[in-house]
């Protein structure tokens, strides 16, 4: 079956399978929908297409696409973004013909350098047809200072001006917890990638590191955020935990959505206290994403969204997590 078939068949079903709302109308909040793909699959490539193909996203024809990946570190996924799942989003985007891709990244502790050589990332890039930027080769002039009301950064928070003025922003991340203070690390906190390796002292210093994480984001918008979550980390991360296979795609244009069922599959999956203790909404990432206005605020506001059966009966479990809160 070739992809615009493929496609076909995806929305055909999705036509008689009924959109899934997390909870009814809740008094006070607003009724702004955050519609979010889950593709159950055991095959990445194929799962990130699909899930990518249930969004209804802004046409990428012309545009400079700028993708935010997970290279933390080297180590084997889901430490960080799978060089399939990235391979498999490039395709994509150049069949929806975009004027050009570029990646962008900043790794640590390691060198981003030793990063990118380790995982074959330049090495790809001459292959699959993408630029790529080390976040660390930037000359100061190439940063935008950011220094928000209310933020919790000492002297504010810099963001390389490649990402801040793409045309078209794509975040790419992994279904992991974070044993370091961050609790869990998926959208949101792809953003700590976006700051110069200096400021990581003020950050992992701080008692508001989860706040100062979400504050990040308010320096750039992605259009489309794609969760690689054929395999997750339930306890320990970001570069090394427990894991476990977790079989899901997980894609949409809302951070706060995104990470919201992320959290839902850690708690369907059995994770650590931190997430299993707390409400979704009351993790400090999240509950400062939205207070920031950076998405949705309840999980009221999540539409799951599937093509198949087995995703739909999935989408069923993370429907009820969610609507626990």
């Known amino acids: 079956m070739n992809r615009r078939s493929f496609l076909k068949t995806s929305f055909s079903t999705l036509a008689a399978v009924p959109v899934l709302r997390c909870g009814g109308p809740e008094a006070g909040v607003e009724e702004k929908k955050a519609k979010i793909a ?3 699959t055991q095959d990445r490539e194929s799962g990130v297409r699909a899930a990518v193909g249930l969004l209804d996203l802004p046409p990428m024809k012309g545009k400079r696409i700028f993708i935010k990946p997970n290279f933390n570190t080297a180590d084997p996924f889901p430490a960080g973004t799978h060089n399939g799942a990235l391979t498999a ?15 962008g990244e900043r790794s640590g502790p390691p060198p ?4 990118m050589e380790d995982k074959g990332i330049l090495a790809m890039s001459n292959e699959v047809g993408f630029k790529v930027i080390n976040f660390e080769d930037l000359a100061d002039a190439d940063w935008v200072h950011f220094n928000p009301p209310g933020n919790h950064w000492p002297e504010g928070f810099f963001v390389p001006k490649p990402l801040v003025e793409a045309d078209y922003i794509i975040a790419t991340c992994c279904l992991k917890t974070h044993q370091y203070g961050g609790v869990f690390t998926m959208s949101l906190k792809l953003a700590v990638g976006a700051t110069p390796k200096k400021l990581m002292r ?19 918008s992605p259009k489309l955020i794609v969760m690689d979550g054929l395999e997750a980390f339930v306890d320990g991360g970001p570069s090394t935990g427990k894991k ?3 079989d899901v795609v997980i894609a949409g244009t809302d951070r706060i959505a995104v990470d919201a069922v992320g959290v839902a599959v850690l708690k369907e999956l059995g994770s650590n206290e931190a997430i299993m203790g ?6 400090e990432q999240i509950r400062r994403a939205a207070e920031l206005g950076l998405g949705i605020t309840s999980a ?11 995703s739909r009966l999935y989408a069923e479990k993370l429907h009820l997590i969610l609507a626990e809160g």
């Open 112 to 115: 981003t350098q030793k990063v």
């Open 202 to 220: 003020d950050l992992h210093s701080s008692p508001h590191q989860r706040m100062m994480i979400a504050e990040i984001n308010t320096a750039y």
């Open 38 to 40: 889950i593709v159950r």
């Open 89 to 103: 989003l490039v395709q994509e985007i150049k069949s929806r013909e975009a004027a050009e891709i570029t990646l």
């Open 278 to 283: 707390h409400k979704i909404f009351e993790q």
């Open 244 to 246: 476990v296979a977790a």
């Open 300 to 310: 009221q506001q999540i539409e799951l969204t599937t093509a198949d059966e087995t």
